[in-house]
């Protein structure tokens, strides 16, 4: 790897320790991300090739998850044959005194492989005005080895999606919210992208077969939005510099119609939601991720897990509280999707548990946090082994204050 520079990483270890110190004057030039809008787009993060080992064929046996057992030493309820552990704490250096502190309200995150068989766990920061993205660095034995900000002071950064070009989208949640594409290894400042639109962003997933991007919106008559790129970059992906916004039209037989949006950065009077008259609203949109043609996401208003077709254009629910045979599941928020198709459902509030929902639609509880019930869970994401869970508490320990955790144990065995 090509470590930043010294001095870089250095100033960079305090960002997002704490709101207090964030919100602190400081030089960080370096790190800050300065807004494209009047300035040609950085396109070098799409551009980026790393040599990734390819991923390893896995199989799926979350089915074979036992019940979850008694709270542990860290008040989580696991299967039996499973352990978990705090990797990082809010406030607090993560490695030793001179590492990057934890930053506060720990919220959407994702794993990336590295070239040298290890990977990061990257996680958003919620706080306002000094919000953005830290990192965890594991060696190939799972052993932290760097911790480090990739973002910073950007605003209330929620959950946001991975690209196959291995960098993250982070997504503010607040009106005129942007989208940053950063660099999980932190070698390249961060980026806005303009062409995602400006609202109440919650997450976003790249099909890379038609090469389109998917965000939701959290808010209580949100809507589903897809971008279509003008063009790709040299290595095949959808260049997010430029393209169409449009925004889902649900019609009575469940196909989606996709309706370009006027005013993407909505700089009139109308926000997003509220330019094409038929957008089909949705309460509370959260996690979306894509798996095999499939677009899942989320709304926590209905406690509702959907899937879109992305050949078919139909639309329909995965799950839904109020008609499901097991509705264990409430406060839908953050998802993953496993290599094999288990969809992984964080809670926010509800029982604080991590649920998968098994390609056959049973469901299958495989954490609960016992005591934490002001807190919400978030981030979720396997390592590339499939054996180690990554995820947060948002405000485990209160206020702004969060544990993030690894699970490990037999979700995956080899193909």
Known sequence: MSNPSPSRRSILRSGLGSFAAA????????????SSSDTEPDTSLSEAIR????PPALRSVIDQIGPLGEPNALGMRLPEGFSARIVARSGAPVMGPDTYIWHVLPDGGATFATEDGGWIYVSNSEIPIAGGVGALRFDADGEIVDAYPILTATNMNCAGGKTPWHTWLSCEELGGGRVWECDPWGEVEGVERLALGRFRHEAATIDPINAHVYLSEDETDGCLYRFVPDALTDSGDPDLTSGRLQV??????????????PDPQADGELDTREQVA????????EGIWWHEGVVFFS????????????????????YDRET??????????????SCCGD???????GSMQIVAIL????LRPLMQLVGQDGSEVTGPDFDPSGTRLYFSSQRALGATQGLTYEITGPFHAPA
């Open 278 to 285: 038929e957008a089909t609203v949705f309460t509370g949109g």
């Open 299 to 318: 709304t926590k208003g209905d406690n509702r897990v959907w899937a879109y077709n992305t050949e078919t254009g139909l639309l329909s629910t995965l």
């Open 324 to 337: 499901s045979d097991e509705p264990i599941l409430s406060g839908v928020d953050n998802l993953t999707v």
């Open 23 to 34: 919100v602190a004057p400081v030089s960080l030039s370096a790190c800050t991300p300065e």
């Open 51 to 54: 040599n990734i080992p390819e």
């Open 248 to 261: 889902a039209v649900v019609g009575d037989d469940s196909v989606v119609d996709w309706r370009d949006l």
């Open 359 to 362: 390609p056959d639609g049973t």
């Open 343 to 349: 969809v992984l459902v964080a809670e926010d509030g």
